[in-house]
């Protein structure tokens, strides 16, 4: 498994931005699909956007699909999920995850096998 470790959370007010990344520890990094999820208290993880290995092929949860933009960059070892026109419901914990030999953009958090720990985002009204 590879180790994930996500950055970049914290307080912003409505209509801000933020932008997560993520650091994976491995030498082959391309190989890799890459997937950021949410989690909020009480309800269930959900899917946020997906990019495959290449960077090629993105996916997009319907929340934040026009405002959310998932990149990577494979010579830094790195993904970022940048989060514009934030709302309150943005809020949760966002998780980074990882999938070996990923030629899609998974967006079923089953098709992932690493994960980080996570980083809280609070979006204040």
């Known amino acids: 498994q590879v180790q994930l470790v996500e950055s970049g959370g914290g307080l912003v007010q409505a209509g801000g931005s933020l932008r997560l990344q993520c650091a994976a520890s491995?030498?082959?990094?391309?190989?890799?699909?890459m997937g950021w999820f949410r989690q909020a208290p009480g309800k269930e993880r959900e899917f946020v956007a997906g990019?495959?290995?290449?960077?090629?092929?993105?996916a997009y949860g319907d929340s934040v699909k026009g405002r959310f933009t998932i990149s990577r960059d494979n010579g830094q070892n790195m993904v970022f999920l940048q989060m514009n026109s934030l709302k309150s419901e943005d809020t949760a914990v966002y998780y980074c995850?990882?999938?070996?030999?990923?030629?899609?953009?998974?967006?079923?958090?089953?098709?992932?096998?690493?994960w980080g720990q996570g980083t809280q985002v609070t979006v204040s009204s």
């Open positions: 990019i495959d290995w290449r960077g090629g092929k993105t």
């Open positions: 995850a990882a999938r070996l030999y990923g030629i899609q953009a998974y967006t079923d958090a089953a098709d992932y096998n690493s």
């Open positions: 491995t030498r082959t990094f391309n190989n890799y699909a």
